[in-house]
């Protein structure tokens, strides 16, 4: 097992947003956590990654607890998060966002081979690493948020809605990244509000309902699933 989640209890000052959430995320597996607005996901995330600390509860990654280690930490030790939003450094350059990612390697060489790898796999990027990153699409961002992570070779990526606010031909191709970037051995943590594609790529899923998990399985069952295609599927 690569990540652990026991038990979590998460607050914002009085409100209770995650209420002792459990589950688990096998090395190799994309794993997926749907769930309407609110019910916690992003938190959950956003704790694994070391920028929240819990109220309660454990994270267990690699054997070790890792709840109250801080984000570079977290980030020095494999996990790596692509945040909602993107959250792309505007003024700078495509090169220069992707070297944020690689801000904790030391080894130069492993840098190099790193941007070769994220230009290969976004080859968008390359032809734009000069420009600044503000001028890039949605689409494009998003791919810039995905190469950044992956700057710092994470074992585990943490994605926060990679489909959100894309256009049709962008999400499909999104997806289609996140199934190859784990091909090529990187485990996925997936937080989607687009719960039919999230599900159709991910080994396993949980179902998540203001701070809880309601109901677990692999995607195929999920995706079968009657309660889960009423509520998310729109079916
Ligand atoms: P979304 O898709 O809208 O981000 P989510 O499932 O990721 O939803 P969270 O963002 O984790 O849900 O929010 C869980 C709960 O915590 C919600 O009730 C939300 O209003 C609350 N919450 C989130 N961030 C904060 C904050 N900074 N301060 C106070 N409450 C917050």
Redesign the pocket.
């Known amino acids: 097992m690569l990540l652990q989640v026991n038990n979590l209890v998460v607050n914002?000052g009085v409100?209770n947003?995650v209420k002792g959430v459990s589950f688990d995320i096998n090395e190799g597996e994309i794993v997926s956590l749907i769930?309407a607005?609110?019910?916690?996901?992003?938190?959950i995330l956003k704790t694994i990654s070391g920028l929240l600390k819990p109220k309660s509860g454990k994270i267990i990654y690699h054997n070790k607890e890792i709840q109250a280690q801080k984000a570079p930490k977290v980030v020095a030790e494999g996990i790596s998060q692509v945040p909602?939003g993107r959250h792309i450094f505007s003024g700078l350059s495509v090169m220069e966002n992707l070297q944020m990612g690689s801000f904790l390697v030391k080894d130069r060489s492993r840098i190099k081979q790193t941007f070769n790898e994220v230009f290969e796999r976004f080859p968008i990027l390359k032809q734009r690493q000069n420009q600044d990153a503000a001028t890039l699409s949605g689409g494009e961002q998003q791919m810039l948020a995905m190469g950044r992570a992956l700057m710092a070779n994470p074992k585990l990526i943490l994605l926060d809605?990679p489909s959100m606010g894309l256009a049709p031909i962008f999400i499909n191709e999104i997806f289609d990244i996140i199934k190859e970037i784990n091909k090529q051995g990187t485990t996925v943590l997936l937080i989607e509000?687009n719960a039919k594609k999230a599900l159709s790529i991910a080994d396993r899923g949980y179902v998540l309902s203001t701070g809880k998990v309601q109901l677990a399985g692999t995607g195929e069952e999920l995706l079968a699933n009657e309660e889960v295609q009423k509520a998310y599927l729109g079916g």
């Open positions: 914002y409100i947003a769930g607005n609110g019910a916690g996901k992003s938190t909602e809605e509000q």
